[in-house]
């Protein structure tokens, strides 16, 4: 059976994330109704598994499930070449406190481990995207941008870490960017062209 998302259906976007909700709607460009896991009232799953892929095929498999619709789920994060790969699949864990997610935390705690593990700029961020019918099949896809960080951080587009990491080829931070040069070449725009590609 060939795989299609057809314009106009009704899909989940499995996030509560606001900032990424923000960016997977711009990249889907109003092909579909999107409902967020979040007005449906959904629970966030706890995510357990090891890999980007795994991550977000359990979040789109739970929300599609528990749904009936088909979800769109987006699992992602910043890794650093010289704290081998850390925070990965960690990032939003970095961020949190007792009083909540804070992303200047983690951006001083990113610029403090690099600085004891003897520096070394260069980082990237990934996003997997995973596609899941009710109680059905799935697909995924995975997207990745070079880049290199900088502290302190700039630019208040975006979210999450973007104020730190500059893509190979240019001068601005991904916070300092209007959302349509961060998509030219962001990790979730590559992962939307190879889920185009497959399922659109
Ligand atoms: P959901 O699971 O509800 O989607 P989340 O924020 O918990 O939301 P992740 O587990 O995938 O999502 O965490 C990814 C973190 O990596 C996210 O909180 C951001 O801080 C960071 N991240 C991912 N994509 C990013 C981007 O494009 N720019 C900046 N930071 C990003």
Same mark, same amino acid.
């Given at each position: 059976m060939v795989l299609k998302l057809e314009t106009g259906l009704k899909l989940v976007c499995a996030t509560h994330n606001p900032g990424k909700a923000?960016?997977?709607?711009? $990249?889907?460009d109003g092909r579909f109704e999107v409902v967020t896991a979040g +007005?449906? =009232? $959904?629970?966030e799953p706890?995510?357990?598994e090891a890999t980007f892929v795994g991550n977000a095929v359990l979040k789109a498999r739970a929300?599609?499930? +528990? @749904?009936?619709?088909i979800t769109i789920a987006d699992d992602s994060g910043l890794s650093i070449t010289a704290l081998g790969g850390a925070p990965g699949i960690y990032s939003a864990r970095w961020a949190e406190?007792? %009083?909540?997610r804070d992303f200047a935390f983690a951006m001083d705690r990113v610029e403090r481990e690099v600085k004891a593990a003897g520096g070394g700029d260069h980082a990237w961020f990934t996003s997997a995207l995973a596609? %899941?019918?009710? !109680?059905?099949a799935v697909a995924a896809v995975e997207g990745r941008v070079d880049g290199r960080l900088v502290f302190p951080g700039r630019g208040s587009n975006g979210f999450g870490y973007d104020p730190i990491f500059i893509p190979k080829g240019e001068s601005e931070t991904? =916070?300092?960017?209007?959302? +349509? /040069?961060k !998509? +030219?070449? @962001? !990790?979730?725009? /590559?992962?939307?062209?190879?889920?185009?590609a497959a399922l659109f």
């Open positions: 923000i960016e997977i709607a711009e $990249l889907l +007005a449906l =009232g $959904l629970p706890e995510e357990v929300a599609a499930d +528990a @749904s009936g619709l406190t007792d %009083a909540g596609v %899941a019918w009710p !109680h059905g991904f =916070g300092e960017m209007d959302p +349509a /040069r !998509h +030219a070449q @962001s !990790h979730r725009a /590559r992962a939307f062209d190879k889920l185009k």
